[in-house]
Every structure is written in C-alpha cells, then in structure tokens.
C-alpha cells in the first residue's frame, strides 16, 4: 500500500477574502512551536497521530510535504526532516526516530487530563525519547492549549512556569505562588496543573 501523504496547499487568493486569510493565520498558529527550532522550515514530514484535525492541517499549509507514518511500508528507506506525533504511545518513539534523517527534529504532543494522570508521565517519555536515540530534549507548555495557544513555556525553567502561575497576582500572595510553583517544579509535580505539553528533540548524527 502507498503511503498516504497530505501535500501543500497553495495559500488563499485575496479574492477570498479576510475569512481565508483569518483562517490561514489559525493555521499558522497552530504551528508555532516551529519558531523554536533554529531553521522554522519544517521540510518534509512524517505524522504520527489522527489524520484529520487541525494539526494536520496545518501542517499540510506549512510543510513541504507531510507522509502519515503509519501508512508507510516496512523496511521503505525513506527519511523525513521533521518527525510530528500527536498522542502517541511511547513505542512510537522508534519509529519516528528510524524515518528522521540525522540531525532531523522530532516534535511531540503529549495532552494529559490535569490532575488524573502521573505528573512524571513527561519524565517517562523524555527518557524513553533519550533511549530511543535523541538529543536536546526540551519540554514546553502551551498554554491554554495547543489549539488556541498564547503563550509556550519552557518546563525545563522553572522561572517561566513561576511568572505563569502568579500572573495577576500582586506583592507577598505573587511571592508565595512563585515560591509553591517553584517547589513543584523541583520534585516534578507541574504535571498536575499542565495538561498540553510538547517534546522536541533532534535525532543524533549516528
């Protein structure tokens, strides 16, 4: 079975007016997370996750071209610049990495129900990112959520996620909110309060 691709999509026309062009923007926020990545361009990707949903589609507006991982065919020797995966079980991990070129960039969506899950879920998959042979793993929160996402914070700062949480505060009640957020952060609690969170990384040279 051939791969099942989702190819660029020219951009809307003027003549379509400011809802096209409102709708573009979305899509493009949806992405990003891309401007954190030393070169934005995210080439040619591999998706593992649903494909339908806004990220995909976005990713079909920005990418130059986007292959669902999962219609691939064993043993195909095709690599990719970008490796996407949305909810994904940790197993997944392996085959991203094996269909990335070197140096190639993983980006991950773990959502999590607040409160419900262990707060070390991100802990697990960082690891098990690191054995499966990626480097420079960092951790980010969207906030409110990936979807209608205003801010990204860095998890693995604990001053970025401290600001965050004492947002609207004022004097000795912002210090203190600072100051629980900070132990949280210290013994890994944070999962309990962020629900959507992303991985990045890159695929070693080797």
């Known amino acids: 079975m051939a791969a099942s691709t989702h190819d660029s999509v020219s951009s809307p026309s003027e003549s379509n007016g400011d809802a096209k062009l409102d709708e573009l923007l979305q899509r493009s926020r ?20 649903p494909a339908s949903g806004d990220l995909w589609d976005a990713l079909g507006y920005f990418a130059q071209a986007v292959v669902d991982g999962q219609s691939l065919l064993t043993g195909a020797d095709e690599l990719f610049d970008t490796a996407v995966l949305e909810r994904q079980p940790i197993e997944t991990l392996a085959r991203a990495r094996a ?8 980006y991950a969506e773990l959502q999590r129900r607040v409160g419900r899950e262990i ?6 998959f960082t690891s098990a990112a690191e054995r499966a042979g990626f480097r420079q793993i960092e951790t980010f929160w969207h906030w409110p959520d990936f979807t209608a996402c205003t801010k990204i914070i860095p998890l693995d700062d604990p001053s970025g996620v401290c600001n965050v949480v004492a947002t609207n505060r004022h004097g000795a009640t912002a210090w203190l909110v600072q100051q629980a957020a900070r132990a949280g952060f210290s ?7 962020v629900s959507c969170i992303s991985v990045l990384a890159r695929r070693g040279n080797s």
């Open 187 to 193: 013994v890994g609690l944070t999962g309990w309060f």
């Open 119 to 124: 707060p070390w879920q991100v802990r697990r």
């Open 99 to 106: 269909r990335l070129k070197p140096g190639g960039v993983l």
């Open 30 to 49: 949806r992405l990003d997370w891309r401007f954190l990545l030393p070169n934005p361009d995210l080439g040619r990707v591999v998706y593992f996750g």
